[in-house]
């Protein structure tokens, strides 16, 4: 089966379009950490692998989350990481109650 990289910069609501982030403001998550981007992608059963890898478009600055997420690609891109966002919205709600 085919995979795809996840980047915590693209669900970054903290990020700007040009820095990474691939989805909208609206449903971004601010600082995703690469255990809860795992956490969510297992909980999803895409079959999640970390990778130690620098992101592309910060090479040679500095990084707020080395590594990526390799998963199954079950569906597009960008409806993974919707659902990715959802998952740690709901997990961060949880948490807070």
Do not use: F
């Not at 255990?35 to 090479?59: G, S, T, V």
Request: net charge positive.
């Amino acid at each position: 089966m085919r995979k795809m990289h996840l980047w915590p910069a693209a669900i970054d609501a903290d990020r700007t379009r040009d820095q990474g982030r691939k989805i909208s403001l609206g449903i971004a998550i601010h600082a995703p950490t690469l255990e809860e981007i795992m956490k969510a992608c297992n909980d999803l059963n895409l079959e999640p692998h970390q990778e130690e890898k620098r992101y592309p478009k910060q090479e040679g600055r500095g990084e707020r989350t080395p590594g990526c997420i390799l998963v199954e690609k079950r569906h597009s891109k960008l409806k993974t990481l919707k659902m990715v966002c959802d998952h740690i919205r709901d997990s961060r709600k949880v948490r807070e109650h």
